[in-house]
């Protein structure tokens, strides 16, 4: 069993397992270091190893043309315009929103002072408080003629 691996080695092995799978962990590395090596060496070395070489492997996949990258970027500057129209559309819709519903509320106020404005307004009419007074008074006095026409008949009676 050899004593440790070469950075040459642990590399070479690895970039055989980034070429053939698109995920690899550093499992992968170290099971396949045993294998072709006998050995796998230290987990924090390999995992050094394995982050470098998928930056490396990662970085050309970046957009190395100028034009590429203006191209990205105008596409970013549409998607930002048209997100900034929805959102400027969708806050007109609430603001039409909010003043149809208040023009109905405002509407329906003035239809409840109109309505309470004839009531006291009114020369023939009584209110409900009146009423409610009236004929109060009225069964208590009902009550209290009821005791005097009747003595053999109990008040408590004549209340139901």
Not at 19 to 25: E, K
Not at 30 to 50: N, S, V, Y
Not at 108 to 132: C, D, I, M, P
Request: with cysteine; proline share 3%; hydrophobic share 35%.
């Amino acid at each position: 069993m050899p004593r440790g691996l070469s950075v040459a080695q642990i590399e070479r092995t690895t970039r055989e397992l980034l070429a053939s799978h698109h995920h690899v962990t550093v499992r992968d590395v170290m099971q396949a270091l045993r294998t072709q090596f006998g050995g796998c060496g230290r987990t924090e070395r390999i995992c050094k190893i394995l982050k470098r070489l998928e930056s490396q492997r990662q970085a050309p996949a970046a957009p190395s043309s100028a034009s590429a990258a203006s191209e990205d970027l105008r596409a970013l500057r549409e998607r930002v315009q048209i997100a900034e129209a929805r959102a400027a559309l969708s806050e007109e819709r609430e603001r039409q929103h909010q003043d149809l519903w208040a023009s109905r509320y405002a509407e329906k106020v003035a239809a409840l002072e109109k309505q309470s404005l004839r009531a006291t307004n009114r020369a023939n009419g009584v209110t409900h408080e009146q009423y409610l007074r009236v004929y109060q008074r009225a069964t208590e006095l009902a009550r209290r003629l009821a005791k005097y026409e009747d003595p053999d008949k109990p008040a408590t009676a004549a209340q139901d």
